[in-house]
């Protein structure tokens, strides 16, 4: 009886074996025949980069004053202008949350970033924040495209500890009031 229990124990684990590596030659031999463009490509692309500050950097309230981010960011926007033509720029770089509001939730927010995004005649990767109704805190990153809007985001899966999220916050609320 213990015999046969060792045989059969073999042949599983013969076949997980033989299984693994047909799913690894499968994962090689379909790298082989698609083919992935890995030449070096040519030209340029010209980037545009706002960093709008808030008006008293290493206060913990600066996301307090509502939009004050927002409208930095849209002003470091058209200051591009002065170094640039409208259309010279094939995108323009805000940094995390660049926009205190989230534009696809704030019309009003949504219209800033797109009128600037038309003035500069080029898209804007604008980093914001969303509460989405399912719960939690992202930062997300949105590529607005002028006189179109979000055309793609990505929100940020791991948020950094006390720089992006407070852990224990009911405990640390008892030595701060941020």
């Known amino acids: ?24 030659g ?17 030209g ?5 980069a706002v960093q709008g500050n808030v008006p008293e950097p290493g206060r913990l309230d600066a996301f307090g004053q509502r939009r ?11 200051a591009l202008l002065e170094r640039t033509a409208p259309g010279d720029l094939d995108v323009v770089l805000w940094p995390e949350n660049g926009s205190d ?27 914001t924040v969303q509460y989405p109704d399912s719960g939690g805190r992202y930062n997300t990153a949105v590529l607005w ?4 809007g979000p055309v ?11 720089a992006e999220y407070i852990p224990m916050r009911s405990f640390v609320r008892h030595f701060s009031d941020a």
């Open 1 to 24: 009886l213990l015999a046969r229990d060792a045989v059969a124990a073999g042949q599983v684990a013969f076949v997980r074996t033989v299984g693994a590596l047909a799913a690894v």
């Open 26 to 42: 499968a994962v090689v031999a379909g790298s082989l025949v698609i083919p992935l463009d890995t030449a070096a490509q040519t």
């Open 44 to 48: 340029t692309l010209r980037v545009g």
């Open 68 to 78: 004050q981010v927002l409208d930095n960011h849209v002003a470091g926007t058209r």
């Open 101 to 127: 509001i989230d534009p696809q939730v704030d019309a009003e927010a949504a219209g800033l970033i797109d009128g600037v995004a038309q003035e500069v005649d080029a898209p804007l990767l604008v980093g």
């Open 145 to 148: 495209e002028p006189g179109v």
């Open 152 to 162: 793609a985001t990505y929100s940020k899966q791991r948020l950094a500890a006390f």
